[in-house]
């Protein structure tokens, strides 16, 4: 009987599936809009339940096969989403029209996930006091106060790869760069001297891992979220992490009080939620809970902490592959060192052009973010179609096939950083390079990440020359388990010093 009760189960939870996933529906036909052919029933089941492919390879599929379209309609089991393909309309949705898709469309679960309601993905009544309050924090007056921070968590990378080079064995370069921006992001937004590098167990570094972590559990769990919001509202205590709430709350919580009492300032990502929280009349009627103040930290730590790394790894994984583009880089670096007497400045990094272009190159190739999401807060017609949406309709942009394909950029897998020469940025639309987003929601700290990353490579180039060994994922493979574009295995390369006069 019990394991007759058990089929039964699966049964209804198979019939619930199918029925969620055959449910047919004319929304798009109607519209006038194109959409992929229906998925077979198991393929349909399989894709929902599992990540065969990255999601960013996934919609560049469909993007390519209806190449000539300016948009496409697509299903997610019931849930109707519009994927825009030309740079016009996406640029009345993301700047000429940006009030009317203020909103990102995603469902926050705050009572089960508190560092949920973050910068990211609140809706908009909270998002614009908070972003108009926080964006301070990133000036360039700021950032370049913040410079001297920089310089000190790179010059501990630089201790790091002293002792570990002369090993000769293959550098796995995410797990180098993430201690690096972990001990960035602990010093210039929470005013804590981290040095990941000399503490393998640094609760900081634990964290941000956790962030990202594309284990079972966490895979599991998103599942649920994105399948049947309602269930994982039952069931989201007993599979969240309390641990990561309870860290993140109470560093902010405890790191404001003690500088309230002490009557410590540092101007930083800190001072500005202390602010916040003591002037929050100015905030309307929000409530700016311990919680929402930690749902900013923690957002601002994950994003500076995981984007920056891992775009710093893929910079050096193709410099590896095209040692020409890492030959006249290192040129570049080194010209800008002599003039400064081989004091690395704010202004020298700012003018290396060619470091510029490798950096906007590598986040053509590999943006952080495969897909910008915003959702409408009136029915909207698009401009110069008969296509009209309802509110609420949720529109993806597609970042990472728009920035491979090549139309745009010939020979898209190729990396070539001239492709970020002045004049041919003039000859191409805006909208055809998305890696922080644009208009009002972009991403705050691009101009932080822009700063942390090019830093982090100039202290690696100056020093080292960087191969391809035995160890490196040639071709490279995307973990598909994981949202942002990051690869299965690491990027293991090899690590010359070099004693240039």
């Not at 108009?132 to 990378?157: E, H, R, V």
């Not at 749902?295 to 790894?313: C, K, L, M, R, W």
């Not at 570049?332 to 081989?342: A, T, V, W």
């Amino acid at each position: 009987m019990a394991i007759f009760e058990i089929l039964c189960i699966f049964a209804a939870i198979f019939l619930f599936i199918y029925y969620y996933i055959i449910t047919k529906s004319d929304f798009w036909e109607i519209r006038g809009v194109k959409q992929p052919k229906p998925l077979g029933f198991f393929e349909n089941l399989t894709n929902l339940v599992t990540n065969r492919i990255f999601i960013g390879d996934r919609f560049k599929k469909m993007y390519d096969e209806f190449h000539d379209e300016l948009m496409i309609g697509i299903f997610l089991g019931k849930t109707p989403f519009l994927m825009l393909k030309d740079p016009d309309l996406i640029k009345d949705v993301l700047i000429k029209d940006f009030n009317q898709f203020a909103d990102r469309g995603i469902r926050l679960h705050e009572k089960v996930d508190p560092l949920s309601a973050h910068l990211f993905s609140l809706e908009p009544k909270r998002w614009r006091p908070l972003r108009k309050n926080l964006s301070p924090a990133f000036t360039s007056g700021k950032l370049k106060d913040m410079f001297y921070l920089i310089l000190k968590s790179s010059d501990n990378m630089e201790k790091h790869l002293e002792e570990i080079v002369p090993q000769k064995k293959p550098i796995e370069c995410r797990e180098l760069t993430a201690k690096y921006t972990t001990d960035v992001i602990g010093s210039c937004a929470f005013g804590i001297d981290v040095n990941a590098f000399s503490d393998e167990k640094n609760e900081f570094l634990r964290m941000g891992k956790k962030i990202f972590d594309v284990g079972f559990q966490r895979t599991l769990k998103m599942k649920i979220m994105q399948l049947t919001p309602w269930i994982y509202d039952l069931l989201g205590p007993l599979i969240t992490d309390t641990e990561m709430h309870s860290f993140f709350i109470n560093l902010i919580k405890d790191t404001m009080q003690y500088r309230k009492e002490n009557n410590v300032s540092r101007h930083d990502f800190v001072d500005l939620l202390r602010h916040m929280k003591e002037n929050s009349d100015s905030l309307g009627d929000i409530d700016l809970t311990d919680s929402l103040l930690a749902a900013q930290a923690n957002v601002f730590y994950a994003a500076g902490f995981e984007t920056s790394s891992t775009t710093i790894s893929h910079a050096l994984y193709e410099l590896a592959q095209n040692t020409s583009i890492q030959d006249k880089l290192r040129n570049e670096i080194q010209e800008s060192l002599k003039k400064s007497d081989g004091q690395l400045t704010y202004d020298g990094v700012k003018n290396m052009k060619y470091l510029h272009k490798v950096f906007q190159e590598t986040l053509r190739k590999y943006p952080p973010v495969p897909l910008l999401m915003r959702s409408s807060l009136e029915k909207y017609t698009f401009s110069g179609t008969n296509v009209t949406i309802p509110k609420g309709q949720r529109v993806w942009i597609p970042a990472y096939p728009i920035q491979r394909d090549p139309k745009y950029y010939p020979m898209p897998e190729t990396f070539d950083p001239e492709r970020f020469d002045e004049e041919t940025i003039q000859s191409r639309h805006p909208m055809l390079f998305l890696p922080f987003g644009d208009g009002p929601r972009n991403c705050i700290g691009a101009r932080f990440a822009d700063n942390q990353t090019k830093v982090g490579l100039i202290k690696i180039l100056k020093n080292y020359r960087v191969d391809v060994c035995e160890k490196t994922p040639i071709p490279y493979v995307v973990n598909p388990n994981s949202f942002l574009m990051r690869p299965v295995d690491g990027i293991d390369l090899k690590f010359t010093k070099l004693y240039i006069k």
